[in-house]
């Protein structure tokens, strides 16, 4: 093919087709391998009359075949066309083209540069598509305000060939980052609702149910999410949005729905989400009062999790339902296994499993949990609750000087909610002991002190019934 092209050129260098034989001379030598032979070849056609654009289009058309294969080479074809052929189509095009790379090397500001001029090009195309770089780039540098000026003009441009999707996306983040969230909604809403077909779709939902929700429009906030649930092509951020659909709908107490939203998210690919999503199944089914069902979600989760942490959460919540239930010993178990594990759990686990054996009798045990809380934790905030159990396990083993000391302390603890139980646990505790006196005194203090008490009546009662034996 070279050589016929050659003696084209040179036989007929007027002819009607030489510029096309040159353009496909070029193209030859730059198949070969040869770009200095094909610089050579574009450098005549330049000077040829007519040549030039010519000579641009096949420049641009090079540089775009090697833009991801030999970079540095397109990048030398795009700037010599800036250079040779400023004003022109091509030459526009070439700095949009430099511009990405830049963009690429993070050379944000030398970006918005390059494209700057080209924003209030005549061509509306050139003028939308430049706009979109340079909106790119502010954001980039953190001029967010110039960014959503750009992002709004490139819209208002009236270009066929840009993103709208994209610019209704850049626009909003560049709201956010100014603080307008309500203009960031009403830029993703345009996004949401009028092109789906955007590569910036999902991401743009995702975002935008979020900020629904913490603009407390959660109705819409879950249409948006259930719109992005239905997706296929969603991925992972569709099973996120439908797990926080499904939380939206819980807080409507709409559980049927919540659960079976959740059910997916826990079948789902994710691998964390679906941990997630079980635990949060179980809840969901714990707050409907579906507490056999709840249970079965928190043991399978246990089985799952790959994080102790979560597994022993998902222990403890089992022995809650079954606590709920008052089946003391499944309680018991589930509890027991939450408190063999490492975590947090372990202290709420030790009361759950100490509360369960005490409601089965095993009030030795009982005795033993609530004693070993106590000393793990003396912080806990529950430690007066968990003393108050342990006075009441002692009583049951008949140490009641124990039970005397502890009800004494609580009596005064300004942690414990109901002194008078704590009063009365502890006169009982005097009378056991046949401390007549001391119980009386304890039983006078409760009426005195708290007269609306419930345990007032059997105060009453006792008081009447030492008062006999004296």
């Known amino acids: ?21 040159a353009t496909a001379l070029a193209d030859a030598y730059d198949a070969l391998g040869q770009p200095a032979r094909r610089d050579s070849v574009l450098t005549r056609l330049e000077s040829r009359e007519g040549g030039s654009g010519a000579a641009a289009r096949a420049m641009l058309a090079f540089a775009g075949e090697k833009l991801d294969a030999d970079p540095v080479q397109a990048r030398e074809l795009l700037t010599r066309i800036i250079a040779r052929h400023p004003g022109t189509p ?17 050379r944000h500001a030398e970006a918005h540069d390059m494209v700057a001029p080209l924003c209030s090009d005549g061509d509306a195309e050139i003028a939308g598509r430049a706009r979109m770089r340079a909106a790119e780039a502010a954001y980039e540098t953190g001029e967010y305000d110039e960014a959503a000026r750009l992002y709004r003009d ?53 975002r935008l149910g979020q900020l629904l929700a913490e603009a407390d429009r959660k109705r819409e906030a879950a249409d948006v999410y259930a719109a992005l649930g239905e997706n296929d092509e ?11 659909r499904a939380l939206l709908l819980r807080e409507r107490k709409a559980y049927t729905q919540a659960a079976a939203l959740l059910r997916k998210v826990a079948a789902g690919s994710d691998r964390a989400l679906a941990v997630q999503g079980l ?47 008052k089946r003391w010993k499944k309680a018991a178990e589930y509890f027991a296994s939450a408190a063999a594990m490492p975590g947090p759990a372990r202290p709420d686990a030790l009361l759950g499993e100490g509360w369960a054996r005490a409601m089965l009798g095993e009030h030795e045990k009982a005795a033993s949990h609530f004693g070993a809380l106590l000393r793990e934790t003396p912080d806990y905030t529950k430690g007066a609750e968990v003393s108050f159990r342990l006075a009441q396990s002692l009583q049951e083993l008949g140490r009641y000087a124990q039970v005397d000391s502890i009800c004494l302390e609580l009596a005064v603890r300004q942690d414990w909610p109901y002194p008078d139980r704590a009063l009365y646990l502890g006169a009982t505790a005097k009378e056991k002991m046949g401390d007549s006196a001391g119980a009386a005194s304890a039983y006078q203090e409760l009426i005195a002190q708290h007269p609306s008490s419930n345990l007032v009546p059997y105060a009453k009662a006792h008081l009447d019934a030492l008062a006999g034996e004296g």
């Not at 093919?1 to 034989?21: C, G």
């Not at 070439?94 to 830049?102: G, H, K, S, T, V």
């Not at 179980?282 to 597994?311: C, D």
């Open 1 to 21: 093919v070279i050589p016929a092209l050659r003696r084209l050129l040179e036989d007929f260098p007027d002819h009607q087709k030489a510029s096309d034989a």
């Open 154 to 206: 490139a819209l208002d441009s009236g270009a066929s060939s840009i993103d709208r999707g994209g610019a209704w996306y850049g626009l909003a983040w560049s709201r956010l980052e100014l603080g307008e969230r309500d203009a960031a909604i009403e830029a993703l809403m345009r996004l949401f609702r009028e092109h789906r077909e955007s590569s910036v779709w999902t991401d743009g939902a995702y």
């Open 234 to 244: 969603a991925g992972s951020l569709g099973l996120d949005a439908m797990y926080r």
């Open 90 to 106: 091509e030459a526009s095009e070439a700095r949009l083209q430099i511009a990405r790379f830049l963009a690429q090397e993070g």
């Open 279 to 325: 635990f949060e199944l179980g809840r969901t089914l714990h707050e409907q009062g579906r507490l056999t069902e709840a249970t079965g979600a928190f043991v399978e989760l246990a089985g799952k999790a790959t994080e102790e942490r979560m597994a022993q959460q998902a222990m403890y919540s089992a022995g809650v339902c079954q606590t709920t239930m």
